[in-house]
């Protein structure tokens, strides 16, 4: 049988680079065909893996665009954390302590949050349409700057669960950037108040210490408030090209998915809780 030897790579960038050339050539292409691609940028080869016709590999499995957008709301939905990205205002406001150097510029910071869009009343939510609950501080950078105007991004990942999974193929090392992460584009929306019970129970859920900071809460160091934010474009990275989808996700489909099933007209019907993530037990 044929038998490919992969340079493996310890750069990550180089590393996903060559998963795109790897899953770019049909597996069992000739060995020359995969050396000739990979031997432009030079790369300090540290090992070698062997991949073997009978190992069985099928490159053409990435699943489908509506499979992925249900493994991103299920990415929203298992996730409590994510790295939100504001922009300072320019020029920045007369109380801000930031050096002038960075007034326009992005600052991503990692943020609580949880999927309780459901908890929402049909009105706002229909029953959960992917757009994640904060509860927000007042004082936070990434708040003050949605309230001086900027847009937010949200980036979660399922990269801490690289441990659980398997490696792409045998010899293939585990790769954390071969596991799912996405991207979300949107805007702050201070949720009106009383909030519904159920959402605080949910938030809480997720996040236990934030009962000390909730709205209101009396000897709490800042005041705080329930926003949503409304997602307006997603962008995935499934994993590695060929084996995963990346690029901009359907916001309809996004935004039509339910943890059951999804919305008339959006899929095949099947919903966040029919996928599972990379090392999830079935
Ligand atoms: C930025 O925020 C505004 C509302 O403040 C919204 O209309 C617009 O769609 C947002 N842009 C993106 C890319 O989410
Ligand atoms: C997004 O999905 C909806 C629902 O399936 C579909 O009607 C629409 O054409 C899709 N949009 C694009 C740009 O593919």
């Not at 060559?18 to 790369?43: G, M, R, Y």
């Not at 490159?59 to 790295?83: D, E, K, N």
């Not at 949910?202 to 809460?217: E, N, S």
């Amino acid at each position: 049988m044929a038998r490919l030897t992969i340079p493996l790579i310890s750069s990550l960038a180089v590393l996903s680079q060559l998963a795109h050339v790897i899953t770019a050539t049909p597996f069992f292409a000739s060995e020359q065909a995969l050396l000739d691609s990979t031997s432009d940028s030079s790369p300090s080869i540290e090992d070698t893996i062997h991949v073997t016709a009978s190992d069985n590999l099928d490159p053409a499995t990435a699943p489908s665009w509506f499979t992925s957008t249900l493994m991103a709301r299920r990415l929203l939905a298992l996730s409590t954390t994510g790295v939100a990205s504001t922009v300072f205002p320019s020029p920045l406001s007369d109380n801000s302590h930031a050096p002038d150097a960075v007034a326009g510029h992005s600052i991503p910071l990692t943020e609580y949050f949880a999927d309780c869009d459901a908890t929402l009343p049909d009105s706002a939510s229909d029953g959960g349409s992917g757009n994640p609950t904060f509860l927000a501080l007042h004082v936070a950078t990434t708040f003050r700057n949605t309230a001086a105007g900027s847009n937010i991004s949200l980036s979660i990942d399922w990269w801490d669960h690289v441990d659980a999974t398997h490696p792409l193929f045998p010899g293939f090392p585990l790769s954390a950037a071969g596991l799912p992460r996405v991207t979300l584009f949107g805007y702050i929306d201070p949720l009106e108040t009383p909030i519904p019970k159920a959402l605080q129970e949910c938030y809480l859920a997720a996040h236990p210490d934030a009962k000390v900071w909730l709205p209101g809460k009396q000897n709490s160091p800042h005041a705080s408030f329930w926003a949503r934010m409304v997602v307006t474009q997603v962008y995935w990275i499934g994993g590695f090209g060929g084996f995963q989808q990346i690029g901009w996700m359907n916001v309809t489909e996004w935004k039509g998915i339910r943890k059951g099933g999804s919305l008339s007209g959006i899929g095949d019907g099947r919903g966040w809780d029919d996928v599972k993530l990379p090392g999830e037990k079935e």
